[in-house]
């Protein structure tokens, strides 16, 4: 997400937040008396909490109807300015600051100094002014003169503090932290109150008396817990809210670490079934993720969202409402689970690849030796039929005369390349030789056959050119054993400027998606084979000049082409 100009950068936060406590200052103690002066500093002190404020950051500007709402306030505020108001103000400066979640110890200072700033406003001026109080120890010379002229000095020194530019958790705050500690202060007044009025206590007594019970019920409320519950103290209850992950997130946890739920999944299926239990938390309108396999999305598109990425994955979480530390964090395991057991399953995938081409490799070296042995037994076949004048033979032997030593040859080059494979090099023959060798081979399995060639000159690698087109028909003849009145169609198409297209198309049903996105790049399951002759042909190909992919894949019209066109087809995946 690009990140939007603003004059006032993170940077400036404790010094905004200074210069706004201290107009504040000046309105409590001076600005009262006169309303004009009053209200001019109280509208300077709304634009520096605007800048401040918590709830808005550069990237998350507000709406319209918001900035409607907040001028009406405004206007409201300044009309009816006075020491209720103040007050009311006063705590929810107290509120926002103690519902921060900060993490770096230099902010949690200037955040806390703050805290104590506005509550020493509060119980040493503002009650006082609110009740008139009768036996209020009134505040003269020295203390008068450090309350008025020293407290400042704390937002002043905020001045001085730089703050860095990362965001963090700046924009969150936490609204059962920060209603606890508003309430807390009010409590402490209301009671102070109550013993002045029953106890006829001075207000610093009442005080903090008032203080006192307030600590004790919590220490007894603490230990309380400890002993029925078996916390450790009162944070666990202070914080526990935050570590609730949701049902849902811990289901989530809890069947990824069982390997038998996802074991046959491939990687990027294991990605999305954990984008899917990602949505399905309840505050989660939608997911939009990008890996190694693409991009995808889930749901939709919600009013907030938080961009996390980890290693391969970049996922983008939309949310109802606003992405808060707590839910912050949770994407962020997330994610990081995520992956961790995702580059398992890759690593898994990879050795089970390895062991799949170590099995087929064995099982090469075992049948080379009974290449061998056929190959002279069909030298001895090839050796009798030749010695015959072709008037003798029949049409059924002039084609095997013709084509005998044709795979005789064909037999011997396929040891030589199982012997010394880094020696071989393919023999060229002219493209129309090769295509009649082709359609001679294959004239009685129901295949057609068109060429369409502006050049007789084209030599092509005849060893290669017979292993794609035999693996294409090998797959399209089994796929026709189970959808009967399949039809096979092969084009050779060769222009003047020598572009070759040979393509190999059926009207059958599609390939399945699972297959199909792997097809040519690793083994797959087959019913009919190892898996691995198009995978072995698209290896042969590298550095030849030509590329085999699928040009179309529809019901009613899967079609694969080799060319030695630079741009290939664009594929297409129904």
Not at 482 to 492: K, N, T, Y
Request: net charge neutral; hydrophobic share 45%; proline share 4%.
């Amino acid at each position: 997400m690009i990140h939007q100009i603003s004059l006032f950068t993170p940077r400036h936060e404790h010094r905004i937040l200074g210069l706004a406590l201290l107009t504040l200052h000046i309105i409590l103690w001076w600005g009262l008396a006169d309303p004009i002066l009053s209200r001019s500093l109280f509208l300077l002190h709304i634009g520096l909490f605007v800048l401040w404020q918590p709830f808005w950051d550069q990237q998350d500007r507000p709406s319209l109807r918001h900035i409607i709402i907040f001028g009406l306030l405004i206007l409201a505020s300044l009309a009816f300015l006075n020491e209720w108001l103040l007050t009311l103000w006063q705590l929810l400066w107290i509120g926002l600051l103690g519902g921060r979640d900060l993490i770096k110890p230099r902010d949690r200072v200037i955040n806390t100094a703050a805290i104590l700033f506005l509550i020493i406003e509060l119980f040493t001026l503002n009650i006082h002014q609110l009740f008139l109080l009768s036996n209020f120890v009134t505040l003269e010379g020295f203390a008068h003169g450090l309350l008025r002229y020293g407290l400042p000095i704390i937002p002043g020194l905020f001045l001085l503090v730089p703050t860095d530019e990362t965001l963090e958790n700046r924009y969150h705050v936490d609204f059962f932290h920060g209603l606890t500690l508003c309430l807390l202060m009010i409590i402490l007044a209301l009671g102070s109150l109550v013993m002045i009025s029953y106890g006829q206590l001075s207000y610093p007594l009442a005080l903090l008396q008032a203080v006192l019970a307030t600590t004790l019920f919590i220490l007894i409320l603490s230990w309380v817990r400890i002993f029925l519950a078996g916390e450790t103290g009162i944070d666990p209850l202070w914080t526990q809210h935050l570590l609730q992950t949701g049902r849902t997130f811990e289901q989530w946890l809890d069947s990824l670490v069982q390997p038998e739920n996802y074991k046959n999944l491939t990687p990027d299926a294991f990605l999305r079934s954990g984008f899917q239990h990602l949505k399905t938390l309840p505050w989660v309108s939608g997911v939009a993720w990008r890996t190694l396999y693409g991009e995808d999305n889930l749901g939709a598109k919600g009013l907030y969202q938080v961009n996390i990425g980890v290693q391969s994955i970049e996922v983008t979480v939309y949310s109802f409402y606003r992405i808060n530390a707590s839910h912050y964090f949770q994407i962020k395991i997330f994610a990081q689970l995520l992956e961790y057991f995702h580059q398992t399953k890759r690593r898994e995938a990879a050795f089970a690849h390895q062991a799949h081409l170590q099995a087929i490799h064995e099982t090469g070296a075992k049948i080379t030796h009974d290449i061998k042995n056929l190959l002279q037994s069909l030298y001895t076949i090839t050796s009798v039929i030749e010695a015959y004048p072709p008037n003798q033979f029949g049409e059924t032997q002039k084609l095997l005369q013709g084509q005998m030593p044709h795979l005789t040859q064909r037999l011997k080059n396929t040891l030589d390349k199982l012997q010394r494979p880094a020696e071989f090099a393919y023999s060229h023959i002219p493209v129309n030789l090769w295509w009649s060798n082709l359609k001679a081979r294959f004239r009685k399995s129901q295949i057609d056959f068109h060429l369409q060639t502006a050049s007789d000159t084209v030599m092509v690698p005849e060893d290669l050119f017979d292993n794609v087109a035999e693996n294409i028909f090998q797959n399209a003849l089994s796929k026709r054993k189970r959808e009967s009145h399949l039809h096979i169609e092969v084009a050779l198409d060769i222009d003047e400027k020598h572009n070759l297209r040979l393509t190999v198309c059926d009207d059958g049903t599609a390939i399945p998606d699972g297959i199909y996105k792997e097809l040519l790049n690793s083994p797959v399951t087959s019913r009919d084979g190892f898996g691995i002759g198009l995978y072995q042909v698209v290896k042969q190909l590298r550095n030849t000049g030509y590329r085999l992919h699928i040009l179309d894949n529809r019901d009613g019209n899967v079609c694969f082409e080799l060319t030695n066109v630079e741009e290939p087809s664009k594929n297409i995946n129904s």
